[in-house]
């Protein structure tokens, strides 16, 4: 095996093991995935953000970003805010009187290209655990290859990406049988919601209770 073929293999496993994780970002590809609704323009976002910061963090920003403490706290409190608030949207779904149905829960999802652009991108930029991953993990990580082989790296750890949000988005249609029964719709929405406030949570006490 050359070693570019090598530093793309460890690029894509690398990137593979930190972004398939149940998190705010797939729990959303996830359900716009099982709505059929605007998952192109969602996983599209989500897989460029990861390889824009991805870039970022092999050009060298990940010692930047570490040594910006204040950086850090801002984005923790951002994205706790928008994860509590998503949280909140999706246990009232959960615990509402009237029976889910993919109907009704299309009504929720980005109407629009545009509404589907923002909330892919705040789901990809408000979580810090987004930056710690792909900028400082990943650019670390990809900072130990030789300078021509860190591209190589970088595009493996960005196909991984890309691959786990298509196949997120367009590979979970094939749950909505499942999802055609009401319970099933507050069960998911149930389970969001504790990700959602359970990550909140893990954010502010991360930056604060030190």
Same mark, same amino acid.
């Given at each position: 095996?050359?070693?570019? =073929?090598? /530093? &793309?293999?460890?690029?894509?496993?690398?990137?593979?093991?930190?972004?398939? @994780?149940?998190?705010?970002?797939? @729990?959303?590809?996830?359900?716009?995935?099982? +709505?059929?609704r605007?998952? +192109?323009?969602?996983?599209?976002?989500?897989?460029?953000?990861? $390889?824009?910061?991805?870039?970022?963090? =092999?050009?060298?920003?990940?010692?930047?970003?570490?040594?910006?403490?204040?950086?850090l706290?801002? #984005? *923790?409190?951002?994205?706790? =805010?928008? +994860?509590?608030? %998503?949280?909140i949207? #999706?246990?009232?779904?959960?615990?509402h009187?009237? *029976?889910?149905?993919?109907?009704? /829960?299309?009504?929720d999802?980005?109407?629009?290209?545009g509404?589907?652009?923002?909330?892919?991108?705040?789901?990809?930029?408000?979580?810090?655990?987004? %930056?710690?991953?792909?900028?400082?993990?990943?650019? !670390?990580?990809? !900072?130990?290859? $030789?300078?021509p +082989?860190?591209?190589?790296?970088?595009?493996?750890? /960005?196909? @991984?990406?890309?691959?786990? &949000?298509?196949s997120?988005? %367009?590979?979970?249609? %094939?749950?909505?049988?499942?999802? *055609?029964?009401?319970?099933?719709?507050?069960?998911?929405?149930?389970?969001? /919601?504790?990700?959602?406030?359970?990550?909140a #949570? !893990?954010?502010?006490?991360?930056? &604060? $209770?030190?």
């Amino acid at each position: 095996m050359n070693q570019t =073929l090598q /530093a &793309f293999i460890t690029g894509l496993f690398t990137g593979a093991g930190l972004i398939i @994780a149940i998190g705010p970002q797939n @729990a959303h590809v996830l359900r716009l995935g099982i +709505l059929r609704r605007q998952v +192109l323009p969602t996983v599209l976002v989500c897989a460029c953000v990861d $390889a824009l910061l991805i870039a970022a963090g =092999l050009s060298g920003m990940g010692a930047l970003v570490q040594a910006s403490p204040v950086l850090l706290q801002v #984005a *923790a409190v951002g994205g706790a =805010l928008f +994860l509590g608030w %998503y949280g909140i949207k #999706a246990a009232r779904r959960a615990f509402h009187p009237q *029976a889910m149905t993919i109907d009704r /829960a299309a009504a929720d999802a980005p109407a629009t290209i545009g509404a589907a652009i923002g909330t892919a991108a705040a789901f990809s930029l408000l979580n810090p655990h987004v %930056y710690l991953d792909t900028v400082v993990l990943l650019g !670390s990580i990809g !900072s130990q290859q $030789a300078p021509p +082989l860190r591209p190589w790296f970088g595009l493996g750890a /960005a196909s @991984a990406s890309f691959i786990w &949000f298509f196949s997120l988005g %367009y590979g979970a249609r %094939y749950l909505a049988p499942v999802f *055609a029964r009401p319970l099933a719709w507050r069960v998911l929405d149930g389970i969001i /919601a504790l990700i959602m406030w359970a990550i909140a #949570a !893990s954010l502010l006490i991360g930056r &604060f $209770a030190s």
